[in-house]
């Protein structure tokens, strides 16, 4: 299958401070990538969709100025939290869609603000 | 409004013992379905995608059927690496994002 890689997989921040992931496709191209937050033992919350050389797509409720979405490349999408507090502690999971509109998925990062 | 839902939210098996996952959806026009098994601190691992009522995948112990309402992931003769998180998602017409369940966690003792 295909394969993403999303780096890094585990961040400790200051509160205040900015972080930044990145999700690549290493095999294929992804016109379409997606960025997902995840809470303990519950299932993946969509927080933006991203789209190559556009503007992210944030799904309602999440704030576009502290989670800065940029697809630069077809291979390449990034997530930056800024001004991190630790209420924005969670595991942060991409995806990039392939050409039969399955996802495959980053390892995930965990990201711990204190 | 699309959704999916999953039973049941937790399940022990022992060895050997098979069973089936639920993935119970209502979505405007289906473009797909889509299982993944998920293990804790990880991103999800892609298993299958169903397509269309009727259609059937197999992979090692695990096949995934699809109704117009439904999906069943079975477990033939689990084994304890079968332990995992299950998701299951679908994908409307007309749109790339991916609905997922809350997933079924599934423990199998040796």
């Known amino acids: 299958g295909a394969v993403v890689s999303q780096h890094p997989s585990r961040v400790i921040c200051k509160s205040g401070t900015s972080v930044k992931i990145e999700c690549r496709s290493l095999?294929?191209?992804?016109?379409?990538m997606f960025w997902y937050r995840q809470f303990p033992k519950q299932s993946l919350m969509l927080m933006a969709t991203s789209n190559e050389g556009s503007k992210a797509t944030y799904e309602q409720g999440v704030e576009k100025d502290k989670f800065l979405i940029n697809h630069a490349s077809l291979t390449l999408s990034t997530l930056t939290v800024t001004s991190a507090h630790p209420e924005d502690s969670s595991f942060y999971i991409c995806?990039?869609?392939?050409?039969?509109?399955?996802?495959?998925f980053g390892q995930g990062t965990r990201l711990t603000v204190v | 409004e699309d959704q999916v839902t999953q039973s049941p939210e937790a399940l022990r098996l022992q060895e050997g013992e098979s069973s089936s996952l639920n993935c119970s959806y209502t979505?405007?026009?289906?473009?797909?379905l889509f299982w993944y098994r998920q293990d804790p601190g990880k991103g999800p691992e892609f298993l299958f995608t169903l397509y269309s009522a009727g259609e059937e995948k197999e992979k090692e112990r695990l096949k995934a059927t699809l109704t117009k309402k439904e999906s069943f992931l079975h477990i033939t003769a689990p084994k304890p690496e079968d332990s995992a998180t299950y998701l299951c998602a679908v994908q409307s017409s007309g749109t790339y994002k991916y609905i997922f369940g809350t997933g079924t966690r599934l423990k199998v003792l040796a």
């Open positions: 995806s990039a869609r392939g050409h039969q509109d399955e996802a495959f």
């Open positions: 979505v405007s026009g289906l473009r797909g």
């Open positions: 095999d294929f191209q992804a016109t379409t």
